[in-house]
């Protein structure tokens, strides 16, 4: 199964406008636009498609993260942070334009996030980052981007992963989350895909 982005290429830095923050002073709201995405060649017996984009490079405590006196060390222990959880998109889709599926950031999270027909868009971990902050707390389902501590000494890598299944749904309903759309494909995939984009809002590693 073939996976590409015209949003950057494979490895290389992912563009400010596909991401929720962009330096600023130290960091502002960026455009926040999912990216073009599009695959092919998918097995024959494919019923539908699952989406992920997770970002293992998370810091695993929060001591230093976004404190002006100190950088998040390198060698401290990393956790996934998941961006995008997407079920049940129609085995006939085959692309995401840029911008199709967000634009701009929404405080308190978007409800209903755009996407294909019968797809299902599950919450992002924002809904947990921003869950003690009274003008962005919320759940925020579908798409969105990276914004990774502004004083981490390392590159973020955002891992976007599309799973070809062997049924037309998965089932879910309602609010789930990663760990939901991972117990509900058990079984169901037929083939996998990566593209990865890197990001950072450390301006010393921005270049």
């Known amino acids: 199964m073939k ?25 502002e709201l960026s455009s926040n ?29 929060p001591d230093d993260v976004n404190q002006a006196d100190r950088e998040v060390p390198a060698d401290l222990p990393r956790v996934e942070f998941v961006h995008w959880v997407m079920a049940d998109i129609p085995a006939e889709c085959g692309e995401f334009e840029a911008g199709a599926c ?7 999270g978007k409800r209903d996030p755009v996407g294909p027909p019968g797809s299902k868009q ?24 990276p ?14 992963r599309l799973y070809a299944l062997d049924v ?20 169901h995939v037929l083939a996998e895909a990566e593209w990865m984009g890197t990001y950072t809002l450390n301006p010393r590693l921005a270049g």
């Open 147 to 160: 914004c990774p501590p502004w004083n981490d000494s390392i590159i973020h890598h955002y891992h976007f």
């Open 33 to 61: 636009r999912s990216p073009h995405l599009a695959w092919s060649e998918a097995p024959d017996a494919t019923r539908s498609f699952a989406l992920i984009c997770v970002d293992p490079d998370v810091p695993s405590k």
């Open 122 to 145: 599950g919450v992002n971990d924002y809904t947990g980052w921003f869950a003690g902050d009274d003008s962005m707390s919320g759940d925020y389902y579908g798409y969105d981007g």
């Open 3 to 27: 996976f590409r982005s015209d949003s950057f290429a494979n490895g290389d830095p992912i563009p400010a406008e596909f991401a929720f923050g962009k330096i600023g002073d130290p960091v």
């Open 102 to 108: 967000c634009e701009g950031t929404t405080p308190h």
């Open 168 to 187: 037309p749904s998965l089932g879910l309903e309602g609010r789930f989350d990663i760990a939901d759309l991972r117990r509900a494909m058990d079984g």
